[in-house]
């Protein structure tokens, strides 16, 4: 399945969105707004909270679901929460 780019591919900056659509009615709404962040995580990240999700947050669920040890989900969380924290500015 092909996605959206996240990243710009010339200084690898995250994009914003520019323009939306309804594809519907012809609407178009225009503006600089920020993609939410779990649009910005790896497909493989995306996939893992929406199992996560549907696991009602249960590790041990999750770690039966993908057939690994506890700690080894919980270590996969940890890097995806990781990955969710907004990074500092640089000076």
Known sequence: MKRFPVTCPSCEHRLQVKRLACD????????????????ALSAEDQAFICDFVKASGSLKEMAALLKVSYPTVRNRLDEVIAKLQPTPPTP
């Open 24 to 39: 519907h009615c012809g609407t178009e709404v225009e503006g600089i707004y920020p993609l939410p962040v779990l649009a």
